[in-house]
């Protein structure tokens, strides 16, 4: 949804006034109460992968890289995945569906798959 909405971009948010005097290049500005304030308003924060947490957070916490952070997480959504409920004539439905396009892309059946419809 925030991506969607996209940045607000007015006055308040650029705060341009409130950095008069900052020194830019010493990093002072994200020293700023502002700054943080206006960070935690508009920063994407992406979901579990992505670490945004301080070096010393992050050595805290086990020293995970992107790569093993996104490795737990696919074993946590495959283990708390559970299949819909579809009635017989929409699975039927959906495996025809399903069977066709595999036709047009030149298959003559489909993978067989465990706890799949029987063909």
């Known amino acids: 949804k925030r991506m969607i909405d996209g940045m607000k971009v007015h006055t308040d948010t650029l705060a341009t006034g409130f950095y008069e ?3 830019f ?3 002072d500005f994200l ?3 502002i ?3 206006l960070f935690r308003e508009e920063q994407y924060m992406p ?3 992505i670490d945004r947490d301080s070096m010393r957070g992050w050595r805290e916490s086990g020293s995970m890289d992107t790569f ?3 490795k737990l997480r696919v074993k946590e959504i495959l283990a708390s995945y559970a299949r819909p409920e579809l009635d017989s004539t929409h699975e039927a439905d959906l495996h ?3 069977l066709d396009l595999a036709h047009q892309a030149g298959l003559t059946e489909l993978p067989k798959l465990e706890d799949a419809m029987p063909v």
């Open 35 to 37: 700054t943080m304030k």
């Open 47 to 49: 979901g579990k992968v």
């Open 31 to 33: 020293k700023q109460k």
């Open 21 to 23: 005097g900052v020194n």
């Open 96 to 98: 025809a569906f399903v």
């Open 25 to 27: 290049k010493g990093g």
């Open 68 to 70: 093993t952070r996104a």
